[in-house]
């Protein structure tokens, strides 16, 4: 019976998946949309796709003389909001709408920007210690400065009277401090705590993660038999890009030149995991998947990580920077501005802003007492576990745990106190996978195409609600306490979402290294991502939830809870289906039964299609809500299932 109506089901079912692509053609339009409505709107702001527009942005800004740290920091908004457009466009785009150029040219780019920037609060911190009379501090002489926005926090602190009783300070409003050794103490020395809510440090792979691709070949046995069925050539093997090295300008005191590393496969977007629409419409099947092939890439990581054999090297899969980065800098006081009658006077150096030497040269071999910092953790961040601290090393383009040492914790004012035997730039990163395994998932229903996915962790219990094509943060809770107040509320595309959770320290989102890290029961991916279409399919009208059993069942098979939800109200009443990408069918076991078994529930079969395995006991109404769900609410529940990949990690 099976066999005989496999074809017509699956038929049925490709009828339906007929709206992923629907969702494709609908993002592709409004991302032609969008510039359109850019290039009418005249507002006088770049377009960052367009090489002529963004290098004249770079370049009047550039060539800017205005250095007013309040300027920089607004214009500096600007740039953030280029950069992620562009982030977004790299990560968004289908592999058949960018091409190899564009890629390059956008990464460049954003290199690029992130350089300019950091030049600009360089210029603008060496025009700040050249009036440093505007901030004097009463009590010490020395000069003192808080300056921040949502983007950044800028301290600045310069020794104008050399006393050895001022060497420690501490900053008002932002409780970052420090402590100097004599011989800075004594010394024509400023120093420069500049906290960037934002990581433009990193390798550019790791600032723009996305979901990981999982790279979809034909399955010829699943495809039904059609006469209209074309036989579709084999996929061209594209090389891996080349690194592009991208000329940057060197700041005056520390080198932040760094390469724009491709990351290919780091950065392909979700609908990238599904067939490009040329190629599905080719065929007559279902919206066709096989295996991932990440038995390869798990070969490439591994040879990866073992090419690094320095254990003070961070490894960067494992660990991720959160809160921004901290550049702690020593710098010399210029010239100070001179009053002479009506006159103002300044002698001006042709290095600009230099960084002072500690320790000194000449004291290379001898020991020096270390720099004691006081670092105020970032509050729109949750560190579940006392983060890792690591200095940027520009040579090695790398974080390092060496030069870091009496690391002290105090939890509950949020502060860490540690050592540095130089000045360095420096982050907190957090174990990624610190969320996962999950300890339980629920996905339901609550209104016509509006659901809500519940995702509990160790550490959080996370819900966020899908309506149409966004998702919501509705609500983060951490020791019985709601967190992370400022994202709550905001809706935004899943991409969107998974970005701003993984930069406030929530990640529950995996990588495609990440079974290296997490003791979890991996799936085949045939399995696994055809249980998420078809769950995406029915999610307006069925809850699904994790099942004990999902861990007994082979690689081959997922097993997961699922219920008829029509109404806010209704009582779950869990059944249990089994589901190999092939076949489905209901368990006889319940999630209290003593043992797994693959017996069928009394009175039912095998279907070819989760759809139709539910349809023998599913309502009428939930069928019909099934056939008239909108294809973007569709296409946001199957992207968020992609993210978070609960039937793995879980």
């Not at 400065?145 to 420690?168: E, P, Q, S, Y």
């Not at 036989?231 to 724009?260: H, I």
């Not at 959770?501 to 495609?512: D, H, L, Q, R």
């Not at 990440?514 to 279409?533: C, D, L, M, N």
Request: glycine share 2%; charged share 25%.
């Amino acid at each position: 019976q099976d066999e005989e109506r496999r074809e017509s089901e699956l038929a049925k079912l490709h009828s339906l998946q007929e709206k992923f692509l629907s969702a494709q053609q609908w993002k592709t339009d409004c991302r032609a949309q969008a510039k359109w409505e850019h290039y009418l709107s005249c507002d006088g702001s770049p377009d960052p796709t367009v090489l002529p527009e963004i290098n004249t942005f770079m370049s009047l800004w550039r060539d800017d003389q205005n250095e007013d740290i309040q300027l920089v920091m607004k214009k500096g908004e600007q740039v953030l909001n280029l950069i992620e457009k562009l982030q977004f466009i790299l990560l968004d785009t289908p592999p058949n709408e960018i091409t190899e150029k564009e890629t390059a040219q956008y990464q460049e780019s954003i290199l690029e920007l992130e350089n300019l920037l950091h030049q600009k609060y360089n210029e603008a911190t060496e025009q700040l210690l050249k009036v440093t009379n505007m901030y004097e501090d009463s009590y010490t002489g020395n000069m003192q400065a808080v300056i921040k926005d949502k983007n950044v926090t800028f301290c600045i602190w310069g020794n104008l009277k050399k006393k050895i009783r001022f060497k420690n300070h501490v900053f008002c409003d932002v409780p970052h401090g420090f402590d100097l050794p004599k011989s800075l103490a004594m010394s024509s020395v400023a120093v420069r705590i500049l906290h960037t809510h934002y990581d433009h440090v990193s390798p550019l792979w790791l600032q723009c993660q996305s979901v990981p691709k999982l790279e979809v070949l034909e399955s010829k046995e699943l495809t039904p038999p059609s006469k209209d069925t074309v036989e579709e050539p084999e996929e061209e093997k594209k090389t891996d890009r080349e690194e592009l090295e991208v000329p940057v300008e060197k700041d005056t005191y520390s080198d932040r030149g760094k390469s724009a590393t491709s990351f290919k496969e780091n950065s392909n977007s979700i609908t990238n995991i599904s067939e490009t629409t040329e190629e599905i419409e080719k065929k007559s099947g279902i919206l066709d998947v096989s295996e991932v092939q990440d038995l390869a890439m798990q070969e490439e990581t591994d040879e990866r990580e073992e090419a690094i054999p320095d254990e003070n090297i961070v490894d960067l899969q494992e660990f991720i920077p959160v809160g921004g980065v901290y550049h702690i800098d020593a710098l010399r006081l210029p010239p100070q501005v001179k009053e002479i009658k009506d006159w103002n006077m300044v002698e001006l150096l042709d290095p600009g802003l230099e960084a002072y030497p500690y320790p000194p040269e000449e004291a290379e071999d001898a020991a020096h007492p270390p720099v004691q910092i006081t670092l105020m953790l970032a509050d729109h961040v949750m560190y579940f576990e006392n983060p890792l601290i690591a200095r940027w090393d520009p040579a090695g383009q790398q974080w390092r745990t060496d030069g870091i040492n009496n690391i002290r914790y105090e939890t509950q004012e949020k502060k860490v106190n540690f050592e540095m035997d130089a000045f360095y730039t420096v982050a907190l990163l957090q174990d990624a996978h610190l969320s996962m395994p999950y300890s339980t998932w629920e996905l339901q229903p609550t209104g016509t195409d509006e659901a809500l996915l519940l995702v509990k962790t160790i550490f959080a219990e996370v819900q966020i609600q899908i309506k149409g094509n966004q998702c919501m943060l509705s609500s983060v809770v951490a020791q019985e306490k709601h967190v992370l107040s400022h994202l709550t509320g905001n809706w935004i595309s899943p991409l969107e979402l998974r970005a701003v959770m993984k930069k406030a320290g929530v990640n529950i989102f995996p990588e495609e290294y990440s079974h290296k890290y997490v003791p979890v029961h991996k799936k085949s991916p045939t399995a696994e991502i055809r249980a998420y279409q078809e769950m995406a399919l029915l999610a307006c009208a069925f809850a699904f939830a994790q099942s004990k059993w999902n861990l007994e069942a082979s690689e081959e098979q997922v097993v997961f809870k699922v219920s008829e939800h029509l109404s806010a109200d209704a009582v779950k009443d869990w059944s249990l289906y089994l589901f190999d990408g092939q076949k489905a069918q209901k368990l006889k076991i319940t999630e209290s039964s003593e043992a797994f078994s693959e017996d069928l529930e009394d009175d039912s079969e095998f279907h070819s299609t989760l759809y139709h395995m539910l349809k023998d006991f599913a309502s009428q109404e939930a069928i019909d809500k099934v056939e008239t769900a909108s294809f973007q609410f569709i296409d946001a529940v199957y992207q968020l299932l992609l993210a978070t990949r609960v039937l793995t990690y879980s």
